[in-house]
């Protein structure tokens, strides 16, 4: 099936409308597509959206490549868009023991070929450099110096929500419950209130939600809802100039305001919940992320919670990476979903790519191909092992 590319006629409907919906809405309108664009969402004020609750962290340690420059482009549009985004460019350091430092090491030799700038620490520098960190059991740490480190997500989905409304996209309040196909093409969305949105191309944006959506059309994506609990807390460790860090237990820590932000993922006799559960895991502040974190900094054995909350990872079970343009039987059905949680910095990567493939049928700056859909049909994962 080919859908028509752009005519001021070619209609555009995208489902969910926080960080991928609107940077695909945005990046269209930026490629030059004239046609109606409708994005739909069920929830405006944003408050259970994964994009709101996010840590907001970026970062170019990946261990595939592709991602890296999908962050690099991400370093650069935060640093374009100025002030607002409150950029903070203060790294991430990942920690590792001895029977990682092998690993790390190569890591950050792809990661520097591949455009980014990462540090490797031997344990004498990070404990010169960090020297609230126990050492002790560590070999080594990545340092990235460059494009890396946290930022206002809020204010990067409302601006590209608002330039995508001043380029003339319509944001519609709705529920969407299924699409309707005819000879290989999604035709319509149908939404709760029994109204279909014709259509001509149709994105899956619509976060950890986004499975039942296709799943009418006999499409099995294994894209779900994981919570993951973040702690606010004070404590008597100074937060300037830390960067994030990714500890070897699990558990990342980055400085928000005058005090911490964290969390670490639960284990899997821990982590099945229902699909809307954002219930957050209390227990696993004593039980994991306290512990290790002590350990790791000693002087946060004393802490302060000041607030608890959860959000979804959009987990793709397959190899825990997105999900990137067309499906093969319809053509003109295009995923951006399944970031597992490490998504709201790639979205203006993300976005441009859904844009250019609507647009002009193939990938004009990065190709997302090996994100694509053919991956998870053939069950050939691309594995990401840094999700934290
Ligand atoms: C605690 C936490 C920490 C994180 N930290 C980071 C980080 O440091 N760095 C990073 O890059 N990423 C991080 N992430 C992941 C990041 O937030 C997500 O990858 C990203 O926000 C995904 O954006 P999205 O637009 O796909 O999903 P969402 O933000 O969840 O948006 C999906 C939208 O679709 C709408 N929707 C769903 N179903 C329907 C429907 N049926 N009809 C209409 N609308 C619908 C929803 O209301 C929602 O607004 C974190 C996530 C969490 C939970």
């Known amino acids: 099936m080919s859908a028509a590319r752009s005519s001021g006629t070619t209609r555009v409907v995208i489902l969910g409308g926080a960080a ?33 609750l996010s840590a907001a962290g970026i970062r170019t340690q990946f261990d595939t490549p592709l991602l890296v420059e999908m962050s690099l482009f991400g370093a650069d549009y935060l640093r374009q868009t100025g002030e607002i985004m409150a950029f903070r ?20 030799e792809m990661q520097t070929a591949t455009g980014a700038e990462v540090a490797l620490l ?4 990070l404990s010169r450099r960090f020297p ?38 319509d944001y519609l309040t709705g529920e969407v419950t299924g699409l309707e196909a005819q000879a290989g093409a999604v035709t319509g969305v149908v939404l709760k209130d029994g109204t279909t949105l014709p259509c001509d191309w149709c994105v899956l944006a619509a976060g950890a939600h986004s499975a039942p959506l296709v799943a009418g ?19 008597p460790v100074d937060p300037a100039g830390l960067p994030l860090t990714c500890d070897v237990s699990g558990f990342w820590l980055r400085p928000e305001g005058q005090g911490f ?41 004393e802490l302060r919670l000041d607030r608890t909350w959860a959000g979804h990872y959009e987990m793709n079970m397959l190899d825990q990476n997105a999900v990137i343009g ?39 700056s990065l190709d997302l191909g090996p994100l694509g859909w053919a991956r998870v049909r053939d069950g050939q994962p691309l594995s990401e092992g840094m999700v934290f």
């Open 20 to 52: 991928m919906g609107s940077f695909c809405a945005m990046s269209l309108r930026d490629q030059g597509f004239t046609g109606p664009i409708t994005v739909v969402e069920r929830d405006p004020s944003y408050a259970r959206a994964s994009t709101a």
């Open 89 to 108: 460019e203060e790294g991430y350091l990942v920690l590792a023991d001895a029977g990682r430092a092998e690993h790390r090491a190569r890591l950050a």
């Open 122 to 125: 031997d344990r004498a520098e």
């Open 132 to 169: 609230h960190l126990n050492t002790g059991d560590l070999a080594c740490g990545t340092l990235g110096t460059r494009n890396e480190g946290w930022f206002d997500a809020w204010s990067m989905l409302t601006q590209a929500r608002a330039r995508a409304r001043e380029a003339g996209v």
């Open 217 to 235: 059309l006999g499409i099995e994506l294994p894209v779900v809802a994981k919570k993951r609990t973040a702690f606010a807390f004070r404590a």
């Open 261 to 301: 932000i964290g969390g670490i993922q639960p284990p899997p006799e821990r982590d099945d919940h229902p699909p809307e559960d954002l219930e957050p895991d209390h227990d696993l502040l004593l039980d994991l992320f306290w512990p290790n974190l002590a350990h790791r900094v000693p002087a946060m054995e």
């Open 326 to 364: 067309p499906h093969d039987r319809f053509g003109n059905l295009v995923f951006c979903t399944g970031f597992s949680g490490h998504g709201v910095q790639h979205a203006p990567a993300a976005g441009r790519g859904v844009a250019e493939w609507i647009r002009h049928g193939a990938y004009r």
